[in-house]
């Protein structure tokens, strides 16, 4: 299952506000993401404020389509002019996402994770690329 999502941000000087409740799925066959939300956001907010150097926690809902034995999160993120810089790669069946494993298909699943908001320079729109790889990649 390859689950890939998209979140906005722009980036402000001391603070940064998140779309919380728009994404953009990149394709994703494997399984089907149903909702995301940002810790401290309503669903009628445009936007949720997030602070350079805290911690935004994020709540991932999707429909699983195929059974895998693992998951790997991997957190990309797109900066404008510079491209994609790699956050983090890891084992999502380790426990720190709250993701159960193994994956079945047809499973309604949650991935909870919390994500260092960067240092960027002020008025800086960066796109998050948020992908969950299956067993088959």
């Known amino acids: 299952m390859k689950t890939s999502i998209v979140l906005l941000l722009s980036l402000i000087s001391l603070y940064s506000d998140v779309s919380c409740v728009e994404f953009i799925d990149c394709g994703s066959v494997d399984g089907k993401v149903t909702s995301?939300?940002?810790?401290?956001?309503?669903?009628?907010?445009?936007?949720?404020?997030?602070?350079?150097?805290?911690?935004?926690?994020?709540?991932?809902?999707?429909?699983?389509?195929?059974?895998?034995?693992?998951?790997?999160?991997?957190?990309?993120?797109?900066?404008?002019?510079?491209?994609?810089?790699?956050?983090?790669?890891?084992?999502?069946?380790?426990?720190?996402?709250?993701?159960?494993?193994?994956?079945k298909k047809g499973s309604q699943n949650e991935m909870k994770f919390d994500m260092q908001v960067p240092p960027v320079p002020g008025d800086m729109k960066i796109g998050i690329l948020v992908e969950l790889v299956d067993s088959n990649g």
């Open 36 to 103: 995301i939300v940002v810790q401290d956001c309503g669903v009628s907010d445009d936007y949720c404020p997030l602070h350079i150097g805290k911690t935004a926690s994020i709540d991932m809902k999707f429909t699983a389509n195929v059974d895998s034995d693992k998951a790997t999160v991997i957190l990309t993120g797109i900066i404008p002019g510079i491209g994609p810089i790699q956050y983090l790669t890891e084992d999502g069946c380790s426990g720190k996402y709250n993701l159960k494993c193994p994956i």
